[in-house]
Structures are given as C-alpha cells and as structure tokens.
C-alpha cells in the first residue's frame, strides 16, 4: 500500500475501531486469486477492533455447477424464480463454497462461524410470474450476529432465508447485506465485487456519490449497460443509506489491498455512497491553523504561495475556509475583502497534493465567489505565478496590467515581495 498522507490514514483507527462493518462479496471473488489477500484485509481490520460480518453471493459458483451437471438454471442470484432443480444445485454451491471460507478463515486463526439469521418468506408472484422458491425479506436476527461479535467470532451469513414452515429460501445476497447492515446498524457495508464499479461518471464524480445523485444514477445505468450486478448493488447502497448506514463502499476485489485503500485513503479506489456530509467546506477554526500551516509548507517551498505566519493567519482567520473529506482538512483557501474598493482578493488557495485532480480546488474557488457575492462585491482578483493560465482559460480570469485596478494597501505589498505575480481579474 503507498499512502502519500499518513495522517490521513491514522485518523481512521479511532474512528473504526469498535464499528461494525458489513463486508458483502461476490462469488466470483471468492473463487479469485486475490481471495486470500482479501482474507488478510479482513485480519488487519479485526487487528485493530474493527467488528466483521461476511457475507458472500454463490452465483459464480451455482453457473459453474449447473454447467458440469447440465441443469437449466431459472435464476442463479436470488433475484428471479428458483425452480425445484435450481434451488437443490445452489444449496449445493452455497455450502460447499461456505465449507471453503471457513477452512480459509481457520488457516487464519480467525474465529468464524455460519449464521443463519435471515428469516424469509416467499416472493409469490410477481409481475404475473411465481417465483417459486426465491425469498422475501422479513427480519434479521441481528441479537444473534451482535453475540457472535461481542464475543469476538465472526459471522458468515449465507444468501440462504427460512420461513416459518422450516423451508429454504434463495435470497439475493446484496438485499441481505443491505438488510444486515440495516439491521446491525454499521457503519458501513462494503460490496466487494469482482469488476471495476464503473457507471460511466469521470473518475471525478465518480469516487463519492450522494444517496440522492444515486437516483439519478441508478436510473441512467440501465440505459447505459451499466451489469445488472453492479446496478443491484447501487439499488441497495441507496437504500441502506437512507434507512441509517452511513457509508455504503463497492470496490474491485481483484485489486491488491482493495478493501484497506479503499477505507485508509480519503479518495479510495472505488466508489462510495454516503448519507452524510462526506466532503464540507467550512470556515477554518483556531483548531485548523496547525494543519493550515503544515499544509501549505510544500507550496510555500515551491513558490506558489507567500510565506504566512502563524500570527498572521490568526490575525485574518475569519477570511480562511478549509475543506474537509471525512474530518481531514485537504485544502484551504481565502477571500480578503477591500469594501472600499468594492473588490476582493482569492487568496492562499491550495490542495493537498494527494487530492489533486479531483476538482477540489476549483470547489475552493466557486465557494470564495460565492461569498464575494453574498456580501456585495462585484470584481474580484488573484495574483499568481504559476496556476495563472489555469485560472485564464478555465475559470474566466483575465489578466490586466492595469495596476490602478489593484486596492493600494495590496499594490504595495504586490510591489515589495518581488513575485512579480500576474494580476487576474474577474467580474462575478
């Protein structure tokens, strides 16, 4: 694992230790090659007190059985009917692949055991179709699961449900990871499938996506091609979000170390629903001028900003924003206002170097604007020596020689640090 931002990662630990984490995964993943080193993730995780509860899907698994016996699956995830023959074969698939994760946990020394907690009954029919033996969520018994955990064992939950006349019932085990989380109220739940979670966005948009930018999403993924795995997954982040997890994950399993870049970076590598203010710019607090200062030493170094001291940005805090990702401040930015003028200055803009590229400081930026409008100004400038051509051709500055145009108290001080900075200018 390379992390460029170990602060970063270390405020993580007390934030997980002692949570729940519902961790979903693909059959196909389990059958992977990448299975074991997944296995340790789930070992440094526990290490430091983090609460697991594995669940696991059998439809790679039911595929391949089916085609050594020769059966004619009616459905092989849970989401459609489950005839007679398809419901034997993926019994069959479910307990030898739960046989498999309990041998590979044990070679770990990890306490597991299987929990059947899901109680279940019948689909019925839908859209003029029995659906046989498929199941229909009723209730998790999560006092079984909290047991298990309180005494440091970890849960396997199967795609499997019971009813009250003691009969079997396929379920589709993204809806049991939903309704599990759900119900053990974690703090995530992490759906580790085998391919990349591409839903079309840039890398971008993509990284984190609100519950409510999820509907629009799930709406344009079936338009688009977007796997039906893939958009069962997302179906069931959104929901989960909005009946109390608070951080839903779906990351690529065949990546090294998936599951702890994902978790120890602010960025990840996959694609995370929230339910909560996930990314927030807020003015900087006393608490913020430390970090404030240790942030912008490199840029500072490399000449992009001045040189402030610590008394200096205390003396001007109220100007100061940050931005936050997870309660880590990456970026920081400052609007210094001449009312007499009835212009103001963007000033100290700046992004941690690991969150360049997400459009964090352009947010910076339209943030300062927007307040300069807020209070009435109509013209703002920045000065700049190394960023200006960005500012030019992306965010419409333009560049004026015009140093009249610069309030006096900040022409002076333009004048005697020799940065011989560009004057940029912009009407808002």
């Known amino acids: 694992m390379k992390f460029g931002d170990l602060r970063g990662i270390l405020q993580y630990v007390p934030q997980f230790r002692g949570r729940t984490f519902v961790i979903a995964l693909d059959g196909g993943v389990v059958d992977s090659e990448n299975f074991s080193n997944i296995l340790l993730n789930l070992a440094v995780l526990r290490s430091l007190n983090v609460k697991i509860v594995l669940l696991h899907g059998a439809a790679h698994q039911i595929d391949a059985l089916a085609a050594r016996r020769g059966v004619v ?18 019994l069959d698939a479910i307990t030898r692949l739960g046989s498999d994760v309990m041998r590979d946990l044990s070679a770990l020394k990890i306490r597991a055991v299987t929990a ?58 993204d809806q049991v990871a939903m309704s599990v989380g759900v119900a053990l109220k974690a703090a995530k739940i992490i759906f580790v499938t085998g391919q990349e979670p591409d839903f079309g966005l840039s890398l971008q ?15 344009q ?4 091609g977007v796997s039906p795995g893939l958009r069962s997954k997302l179906k069931q982040a959104i929901r989960a979000c909005r009946e109390g997890v608070s951080r839903v994950h779906l990351i690529n399993g065949n990546r090294d170390d998936a599951l702890l870049a994902e978790l120890f970076s602010n960025e990840g590598i996959g694609t995370m629903v929230f339910a909560d203010d996930y990314r927030q710019i807020r003015p900087a607090t006393p608490a913020d001028v430390d970090e404030m200062l240790l942030m912008m030493r490199r840029a500072v170094e490399e000449e992009q900003l001045v040189e402030r001291d610590k008394e200096e940005i205390v003396g001007r805090l109220d100007d100061y924003i940050v931005m936050e990702i997870d309660g880590n401040v990456v970026g920081v930015g400052a609007l210094h206002c001449y009312p007499e003028d009835g212009t103001a200055e963007l000033a100290c803009i700046y992004v941690k170097n690991d969150h360049e590229g997400q459009g964090y400081g352009r947010a910076l930026i339209q943030f300062l604007e927007d307040e300069a409008k807020r209070i009435g100004i109509t013209r703002v400038f920045m000065l700049s020596t190394q960023t200006s051509e960005y500012f030019i051709a992306k965010l419409s500055y333009r560049e004026s020689t015009d140093l009249t145009r610069m309030p006096a108290e900040r022409r002076s001080k333009w004048e005697q640090n020799g940065r011989n900075a560009r004057f940029l200018v912009k009407k808002i």
Not at 141 to 157: Q, T
Not at 205 to 219: C, F, H, P, V
């Open 205 to 219: 948009s993509a990284r984190q996506i609100s519950a409510e930018q999820g509907d629009d999403l799930l709406k």
């Open 73 to 90: 699956l009616s459905n092989n995830d849970g989401t459609g009917p489950t005839d007679d023959m398809t419901l034997e074969l993926a």
């Open 221 to 224: 993924a079936e338009t688009d």
């Open 116 to 173: 059947n907690v899901v109680t279940a009954h019948p689909a019925g029919i839908v859209k003029g179709e029995d659906q046989g033996h498929t199941g229909k969520m009723d209730q998790v018994d999560h006092e079984m699961l909290e047991g298990f955990l309180e005494k440091e064992i970890l849960p396997v939950v199967p795609p499997l449900g019971y009813d009250g006349g003691g009969h079997t019932l396929r379920m589709n085990s």
